[in-house]
């Protein structure tokens, strides 16, 4: 692999710190100040929009600019925005300061993910590819893994305000890194204007998963489905039920919580470690046992709050559950996005990669809404709220069959 790649990786880690140590912190914040499930993931759900909207630009950017540039931009960009967020902090409404930052924070993370997927093929041989997404996947899980735990550490005895100025460096660090990153590129002589030229990229990408790769589409809305009914009630049920449904003091519950994201970020770190053997050696209809799986572990979460246990057996029975559905999320993550890249022409690359991203992400904020409210009316008794997205994500893996048979059939022609 070229020496550029480990760059990529070197700013990856950097960058993905800061955000995954300010993503913990800032929603934990609301819902510390606030009380309100409801409050939480309506606002999660608000601020996860622009990331959806903007992840075809970012796929559109990728194909058409020198991707080094946008990276760089996108780092210090964040750097510049988590400052000004720390100055205003105590001098507005907290609440329409925090979505104005979350949405922005997950405007600048659309737009950035598509640039570093398309980097890849570019940047690793053919026969690298899948361990080449592996590494970048890799680096994904330690970020989740260290940010949460270092950022429930920090909140719980410092506040908010030592994370951003942490999260301020890494970006800093980031963009400066990025610099010496050289990225092949070829400068793009369309002579239509920059609006046009976006919604014909757009066009032409949903064209090709359409109707050129249907199996694109389908795939994506099966994963859309999975975030809809499974990702989403952990995103939002997680920090509810550890802080205030245990039976913790607030500083105890927000570093039990930075706890069980670093237990996850360590799940994910562990499939992408298992990626690299395991990659050449599944097929795409294992991803359908990968989603029946994490079904079924959902029900030991949910058993332990019918059954009364105690606090300490409900959090080690969510950790154990919570750290097997990462490692198996990261697993598909990779397969699927390796999958995609070998069926996509390289001039399209980005822009099919962020469509289908697009996709996949669109019914999140729909179920960080749902979830919200669930858990503010239902969070006396979660369980139900847990065996009810059980079932959906079981529904979910059954019709996810055909779809990646159709992918088998795919790669094998």
Known sequence: MKKDFYIVLAGQIISLFGNAVLRFALPLYL?????????????????????????????ILADRLNKRNIMVALDFGMAVLVTVFQLMLGRMNLIALLLIM???????QGTYQPVVQASVPVLVQAKQLMQGNALVNLVQSLSGLAGPVAGGALYSFFGIR??????????LGASIMELFLHIPYTKNKSTEGLWKTGMRDIRESFSFMHD???EIMKVSLILSGFNLVLSTCIIIGLPV??????????????????????IMGAGGLTGGILAGPLARKMKPQDITKIVAACAFLLLPVGSGFLFGMSSSVIYLIMAVCNFLMMLMAALASILVMSYLQIITPNEILGKVISCAMCVVMLAQPLGQAIYG?????????????????????????????????????????
């Open 212 to 214: 050129t790769c249907p």
């Open 162 to 171: 030592p994370i951003l100025v942490i999260s301020a460096v890494c970006f």
């Open 373 to 413: 409210i669930l858990f503010q009316k239902f969070g006396g008794t979660p369980q139900y709220i847990f065996f009810l997205s059980a079932a959906a994500t079981a529904f979910v893996a059954w019709l996810s069959g055909k779809p990646f048979e159709k992918i088998e059939a795919l790669l094998a022609a």
């Open 31 to 59: 819902l510390n100040e606030t009380g309100s499930a409801a409050l939480f993931g309506v606002v999660s759900a608000c601020s996860f929009l622009p990331m959806i909207l903007l992840s075809p630009v970012g796929g």
């Open 102 to 108: 979350m949405i922005l924070l997950y405007a600048i």
């Open 241 to 262: 039920v550890i802080t205030r449904h245990l039976g913790y003091s607030a500083a105890v519950g927000n570093r039990m919580y930075g706890y069980m994201e670093g």
